[in-house]
């Protein structure tokens, strides 16, 4: 089960009533029924706060319901109001502004509707996300996994969005907000607090085909995120045993199947391959538990290994002129991913190993055509670049395969790749070992194992 670092530690001694029981209460104030089949507990868990049953549980029995008056949003926050009446000034490309307001304001008012919730979370100091690390750090542990680039744009974005947005807006409103009590510090700190508990509502299935281009776009805007009460309590495994539902009135944890009697209660913050979970989450989940890890080969390390070994410029020139378009029709700092059981973005690296390795003659003949029919529909080209059709690729399409794999792997540092594999193995192997390691240092390893073992998977079914 996975580890989860990420709960803040709590407590509840030394006090009449501690912050578990002060939120308790306060959900009952507020209608959210709990089932009296679970309940929240520090032990027991894989994490500090967690939800275990009492009692055997059936696939669609409800565990809790949470009225949508006790969810933290724009909408319900106190200051709702001058929210919505600013809104096109604090519109921002994250599209969080409106929530990070609301909570710079909930978590620092003594008033709070949702202080006994807030109060769960004295400070923010033990969310461990690679953003709080040292650039060092996330450089030195976090080596190829793309977390030290991702983290960099995030710290980038979020000093931009509160410089540029927040700051102004907040200066305007003293008697609400006070620059030097809601600083960049505690903003970046709330972000990391929405990037690890917020829910977003699934959008509306279209009922009318027939709707105009606008309100298809507008249906397309993700909903904002809101902080859901005891929902994010939940733990977070691949292989969950429960699931949140909305209904108009109501968000519902419903069992989605059966949960034995002390067994610990598992959301599903979605298909999260553990790069993402650490990045978003501050957490991993152990190898090889994570059905959902994934490992990226940069889309330019196919065109280093496409150049590799040309000799005459008429070859090098070709190569480039086929690059170019290819990043016309997809993004050159983007990825192919790769899963446990194969390429996920097939239909991108289809494409682009079928320009890179046409003639002189084909590639003009492709761009007098402005592209090609496609012959090959999508579910054979899925099973093409799946676990068991990657063997069976043209030899040309199999060692650019293979030699961008290798490229990516000296990402991660120390040239012999297959020492280190030796080493992490034994690493992860070795439960003293590995108790042993920092909390970071554990999360570091089971990012670049899983992504190391996808890669090495990938050379194995591309060799030659």
């Known amino acids: 089960m996975a580890t989860e670092p990420k709960r803040t530690k709590v407590d509840d001694g030394g006090s009449q009533l501690g912050p578990l029981e002060t939120f308790l209460q306060w959900c009952d104030r507020v209608g959210l029924v709990l089932s009296n089949k679970v309940y929240v507990s520090k032990e027991g868990t894989v994490s500090e706060y967690g939800m275990l049953a009492k009692d055997n549980i059936e696939e669609g029995e409800v565990l809790f319901t949470i009225p949508r008056s006790a969810l933290l949003h724009q909408g319900t926050t106190k ?117 690890a508990y917020s829910f977003q509502e699934p959008q509306e299935e279209e009922e009318e085909e027939d709707d105009d281009e606008e309100e298809d776009e507008d249906e397309k805007a993700p909903n904002p995120p809101m902080m859901v009460p005891m929902a994010d309590m939940l733990n977070h495994v691949s292989n969950h045993n429960a699931n949140l539902e909305f209904t108009p009135d109501s968000l519902k944890m419903v069992c989605v199947r059966p949960i034995h009697k002390d067994e610990e209660v598992f959301n599903t913050y979605g298909q999260m391959a553990n790069w993402q979970l650490l990045h978003m989450y501050g957490f991993t989940e152990p190898y090889p538990s994570n059905s959902n890890d994934t490992a990226d080969i940069p889309h330019t390390n196919l065109y280093k290994v496409a150049t590799q070994g040309i000799q005459s410029d008429l070859d090098r020139q070709l190569v480039e002129e086929q690059w170019k378009m290819l990043c016309q029709m997809m993004q050159e700092k983007g990825a192919f991913v790769f899963g446990k059981q194969g390429c996920l973005t097939d ?118």
């Open 79 to 195: 200051v709702s109001a001058l929210l919505e009446k600013e809104k096109s000034s604090l519109e921002s490309p994250s599209g969080w502004v409106p929530l990070l307001l609301a909570l710079l304001y909930e978590y620092t008012s003594s008033q709070s509707h949702w202080k006994p919730y807030l109060s769960l979370w004295t400070d923010f100091k033990t969310l461990d996300h690679p953003m709080f690390w040292s650039k060092e750090e996330r450089g030195r542990l976090l080596r190829g996994t793309g977390i030290p680039e991702a983290v960099d744009r995030d710290l980038a974005n979020i000093r931009k969005e509160y410089t540029d947005v927040v700051l102004p807006f907040i200066t305007q409103h003293p008697d609400l907000w006070n620059p030097s009590t809601h600083t960049l510090e505690l903003y970046t700190q709330l972000v990391a607090f929405v990037m």
């Open 347 to 464: 239909m991108e690296l289809h494409t682009a190993l079928k320009v890179l390795c046409m003639s002189k003659e084909e590639f003009s003949e492709f761009k007098e055509n402005e592209g090609w029919e496609e012959d090959d529909e999508e579910d054979e080209i899925s099973l093409a670049f799946s676990s068991e059709g990657l063997p069976e690729l043209k030899a040309s399409w199999k060692k650019l395969i293979h030699e961008a794999a290798r490229l990516t792997l000296r990402s991660y540092g120390n040239g012999e790749e297959e020492g280190v594999t030796d080493s992490d193995r034994a690493l992860i192997e070795n439960k003293v070992a590995l108790a042993g390691l920092s909390t970071r240092q554990q999360n570091a390893l089971q990012v670049q194992y899983g992504q190391k073992r996808i890669l090495y998977r990938l050379m194995e079914l591309t060799k030659s």
